[in-house]
């Protein structure tokens, strides 16, 4: 079964992580822009983040026979820094146009401030101008207030829910979401958030419809194993084989794909690569014998 992770930070993440997804079936992934852990002081170094994940990261993830597609945007946290929130606002007007990106994101709230509420609304309406749909993180504390604000500000704005993903689900937030025409994300993680046996519970509750898994690795304690685990523990569970590709397969595709970025037919065949390939003279390799799908 190939396996799609639609919200993974792998600029945090290594070549080994690479590999290893790969051969667990990890055909396609989007990297959202985020916070890197500390504040960013300077505009041009979220230019330099942008370019890299359109293009080291894109290749990086090639040279294993993965598609990278990334999303775009001002991320919650930063956007309480009035130092770069509108010199970002700006720049990512440059990036959204550009091929390999598929979304808005990750945009949303973390302390719900008023400066978070602002910079969502305008994100909005770029996604709009851009029609391109949003990735919205929810927070980590006080997340179902945080997620009843994010359906909210949707809904004021406008913005039509089914371009709307609402991520870090649990199972107190998922209901609400549902019960809008917006889609519902869930990070899976080895401590917190959500589990891959309290996931497979919800989709025996809930069906497979608008339900989509993530990792969301990243430079904290996480795994990018997490997509093929809740796989394996849905099919524990009973959960059919049809609606687990439609969870890990079907829905990222369906969602990211409503903009005409994301073709299936282009995913469907085997993973390629050719490791001999390089990036502005780099390879991944190090001096290793490169290798090459036939």
Not at 18 to 47: C, H, N, S
Not at 182 to 193: D, E, F, R, V
Request: hydrophobic share 40%; aromatic share 8%; proline share 6%.
């Amino acid at each position: 079964m190939k396996l799609f992770d639609p919200h993974i930070h792998m600029t945090s993440r290594t070549t080994d992580d690479y590999e290893a997804m790969a051969k667990a079936g990890i055909r396609a992934i989007i990297e959202p822009a985020f916070w890197l852990g500390q504040p960013r002081t300077k505009v041009a170094t979220f230019d330099d983040y942008f370019q890299a994940l359109l293009g080291w990261e894109r290749f990086r993830a090639s040279q294993f026979g993965i598609t990278h597609f990334c999303t775009i945007g001002l991320n919650p946290k930063e956007a309480n820094n009035p130092d770069v929130a509108d010199g970002v606002m700006e720049l990512i007007t440059h990036y959204l146009g550009k091929d390999g990106v598929v979304g808005v994101g990750e945009i949303g709230f973390d302390d719900q401030t008023a400066a978070e509420d602002k910079y969502f609304a305008a994100q909005l309406e770029l996604a709009k101008k851009f029609d391109l749909p949003v990735l919205v993180h929810t927070p980590h504390r006080d997340k179902k207030r945080g997620t009843e604000r994010s359906l909210a500000l949707v809904k004021e704005q406008r913005f039509p829910e089914q371009r709307v993903l609402i991520d870090h689900n649990n199972e107190e937030t998922l209901p609400l979401v549902l019960a809008t025409g917006c889609w519902a994300g869930h990070s899976i993680y080895p401590n917190t958030k959500m589990d891959e046996p309290r996931m497979a519970a919800l989709v025996r509750k809930y069906g497979p419809s608008r339900i989509i898994v993530n990792s969301a690795a990243d430079w904290g304690v996480s795994d990018p194993l997490k997509v093929p685990k809740t796989a394996d523990a849905m099919r524990a569970a009973g959960v059919t084989e049809a609606d687990i590709e439609t969870i890990v397969w079907s829905n990222p595709i369906a969602f990211f794909g409503q903009t005409g970025r994301i073709d299936a037919a282009d995913l469907g065949g085997p993973a390629t690569f050719d490791q001999a390939q390089l990036f502005e003279g780099n390879s991944v390799l190090r001096g290793q014998t490169p290798r090459k799908t036939k």
